[in-house]
């Protein structure tokens, strides 16, 4: 059986081929342009130099078929060059997500909230974080649906709806790929689609005006029958002269809106193709969970396709951005096209405006789940969580991190359950504690949005993930390292509402102040944490903190332990039960170079 690994290599270099095939076609197609526009040029002025009419025209015609069927072969090309240039990229960044490579991804530092129950303990955000491990998505909808979803815990039934579609979708490689990847084709130019999706959805100005309705269809008449008049001797020029000016009029009362329109969805181009394109794959495909289902049906329904509509909406805007050509302006006096293709524009806003929203959110989910697929296809070897009815349960065999390499990784065994338990975790320097405060909480995120988690197996209760970690001072606010922990913890108590179980996290507990006062501020928080509607894990170096487990119930003691063989420090990273028995900051202090006097 093939590798993750040696699948996703094998498609990067059958995309490559195909993409360096297109750049090829595409390039000879751009010199064959060329030369069949200096030829057909040349031919045209040659007989229209000789006055030869009836071969001029013949010429003339086919130059021009010929000529614009290139440019259409040519853009062709293009869109399927671009197509399989990002197919390749995409297996290229499967590559690297599985070497731990993620420096280069998109590290969404927009949804970063500094004040956020564990966004920044946690690494949800920046570089190496979780959010550049499961993103695959290639729009703003998706993007922002995975933010939603890394940032709040579900119910077990949605949880479990997503289990089932996420695992699904995992199976539909070639589907997934092509569904980002279309997207992606229009990641150059997010500013036109955000201005594309604030047009959609402003009100219509034009279409509800009688008026124009009836200017639309009654003044290009008008028009054309006083030139047809005029040219047959049949009416002076006079009343052409006339309708001329009350066609302009009619387009300057329109001018300043058509043309905020235009600026508006001028760059629209690609993000309507790729909207199309990623609708007709969710159209074009069978899906048996019910979440899918349910996310399809807006699509298609009774005789209506979505892709077609969109389709139907490029043909309305391409021909409107058509204004910046000045033929256009000729035709535009005659026809007041400008009348014309607004009222269709809003005409079809009118017609579509229910189903917008339910498409994007759609595609957003769509999107979401197919990067949380992908995450699950490219580790076969994480599992999906057991949803607990229990309150307070969480437990896993052999649980790792999903940022730190296959490896590298040292996965544990816990099993903690328990209104006010609290694990209390000894150890030394670098042994790991605060790595397995992470684990635990990343891992229960994942779990808790409906993601796969890197575990052989994973329970856990409906809760929300609390973490106090990396409390920084903030010399701007005038805050002390110490200060900055006690307003976070604070924060966490405030958080504990009865209601909804908090899981919290607290390393190195109070480490900014002296010892005293650290171990008689620790032995408060603890007690008070172990009568609230909480549970959870607090790392601390206070060996006798572990003591507390003689006066309360609920408290357990675990520790990470090293061994030290000569001059090395040997971790092992391993979670053991009972308080720790090693230390090591002095051999870590003369590792340093740091004299110790005994």
Not at 21 to 37: D, E, G, P, Q
Not at 165 to 181: G, N, P, T, Y
Request: include cysteine.
């Amino acid at each position: 059986m093939k590798s993750v690994k040696s699948i996703f290599e094998e498609r990067y270099l059958s995309f490559e081929e195909q993409a360096e095939a297109l750049r090829k076609k595409y390039s000879n197609l751009s010199l064959i342009r060329v030369l069949t526009f200096i030829a057909g040029v040349t031919v045209i002025v040659i007989l229209a130099d000789n006055g030869n009419a009836g071969a001029l025209l013949v010429v003339s015609i086919l130059f021009l078929v010929i000529f614009f069927s290139l440019v259409k072969e040519h853009s062709k090309v293009k869109d399927e060059k671009v197509f399989k240039e990002e197919l390749s990229q995409i297996n290229t960044e499967e590559l690297m997500r599985i070497e731990g490579e993620l420096g280069s991804f998109d590290q969404g530092h927009e949804y970063l909230d500094q004040d956020h129950n564990y966004h920044i303990d946690l690494d949800i955000y920046g570089k190496n974080s979780v959010f550049q491990l499961l993103n695959r998505t290639s729009t703003k909808f998706g993007k922002n649906t995975l933010a939603r979803w890394l940032g709040k815990p579900e119910n077990k039934e949605i949880i479990l709806e997503r289990n089932e579609a996420v695992q699904e979708l995992a199976s539909k490689l070639d589907w997934r790929q092509e569904m980002e990847a279309h997207g992606r084709t229009n990641k150059e130019d997010e500013v036109g689609t955000a201005d594309l999706l604030d047009w959609l959805k402003e009100p219509n100005r034009i279409v509800q005006k009688k008026l124009y309705i009836i200017a639309r269809l009654v003044l290009p008449v008008l028009i054309i029958t006083t030139v047809t008049l005029w040219a047959f001797d049949l009416a002076p020029i006079a009343y052409t002269n006339i309708m001329v000016l009350i066609n302009i009029g009619a387009l300057a009362s329109v001018a300043k809106y058509s043309g905020t329109i235009y600026s508006k969805t001028i760059k629209s181009n690609k993000a309507l193709k790729a909207y199309e394109n990623q609708i007709r794959l969710i159209e074009q495909e069978s899906f048996e969970s019910s979440t899918l289902k349910r996310l399809k049906r807006p699509f298609e329904h009774d005789d209506f396709k979505a892709s077609e509509s969109l389709k139907e909406l490029q043909s309305i805007l391409d021909n409107f951005h058509n204004r910046s050509n000045m033929l256009y302006w000729v035709i535009n006096i005659l026809l007041v096209l400008d009348i014309q293709w607004v009222i269709k524009a809003e005409q079809w806003k009118d017609k579509n405006k229910v189903d917008l929203d339910q498409w994007f959110s759609a595609i957003g989910e769509f999107e979401c789940m197919s990067s949380m697929a992908g995450f699950s296809y490219a580790n076969p070897e994480f599992s999906f969580p057991t949803i607990s009815d229990v309150p307070f349960t969480v437990r896993g065999a052999q649980v790792g991190h999903p940022l730190i390499k296959t490896e590298k990784r040292v996965s544990n065994d816990f099993d903690f359950s328990g209104k006010g338990g609290i694990c209390l975790i000894t150890g030394s320097n670098m042994s790991g504690k605060s790595t397995f405060l992470r684990t635990v909480g990343v891992n229960a995120v994942l779990a808790l949005m409906g993601a796969p988690v890197c575990a052989r197996s994973f329970e856990i209760s409906y809760l929300k993930v609390f973490t106090s970690m990396r409390t920084q001072d903030d010399l701007e606010e005038s805050v002390s390292s110490f200060y900055a922990e006690l307003k976070r913890l604070k924060a966490m108590l405030s958080s504990i509402d009865g209601k909804t179980p908090i899981l919290f996290m607290v390393d190195e507990v109070l480490k900014g102040t002296n010892s005293e006062d650290r171990h008689k501020g620790a032995l408060a928080l603890i007690r008070q944490l172990n009568k609230d509607h909480a549970f959870g894990f607090v790392s601390t170096h206070d060996i006798e903190l572990g003591q507390i487990t003689n006066e309360l119930s609920g408290v357990k003691n675990y520790s990470f332990n090293n061994t030290i063989e000569g001059d090395e420090i040997i971790f092992d990273y391993t979670l053991t039960e009972g308080i720790c028995k090693s230390f090591n900051a002095t051999k870590l202090m003369q590792k340093m170079g740091i004299q110790i006097i005994e």
